[in-house]
Nanobody
Framework: EVQLVESGGGLVQPGGSLRLSCVASGFTFSNYAMSWVRQAPGKGVEWIAAIGASGSRSKSPDSVKGRFTISRDNAKNTIYLQMNSLKPDDTAVYYC??????????????WGQGTQVTVSS
């Protein structure tokens, strides 16, 4: 059974930083691309970062580029999201998601339960 468990969310002031983690199990982690997506209250799901199976390639939309960095440790079956210069608009539930391919396809086969990030003074 595929399991994705996120952690690291919380309350942070604007301009602050957080590092999210997602531990995966139940599949060969190093064979699949992974993504972080988020959903803000009353809004749709927004993709915010993806990383290929080997970890050598990543991509993210302009809305977070330069502020958020995705990484992975295949030895630990874990992906990370380093978030800097956080803004109130970054408030959302953050999910990690498993891609069906080794590279980012925009499709997801599994999601975690999410971790809440709240940016507020």
């Amino acid at each position: 059974e595929v399991q994705l468990v996120e952690s690291g969310g919380g309350l942070v002031q604007p301009g602050g930083s957080l590092r999210l983690s997602c531990v995966a199990s139940g599949f060969t982690f190093s064979n699949y691309a992974m993504s972080w997506v988020r959903q803000a209250p009353g809004k749709g799901v927004e993709w915010i970062a993806a990383i290929g199976a080997s970890g050598s390639r990543s991509k993210s939309p302009d809305s977070v580029k330069g502020r958020f960095t995705i990484s992975r440790d295949n030895a630990k079956n874990t992906i990370y999201l380093q978030m800097n210069s956080l803004k109130p608009d970054d408030t959302a539930v953050y999910y990690c998601a498993k891609d069906p391919l080794t590279y980012y396809s925009g499709s997801y086969t599994n999601w975690g339960q999410g971790t809440q990030v709240t940016v507020s003074s």
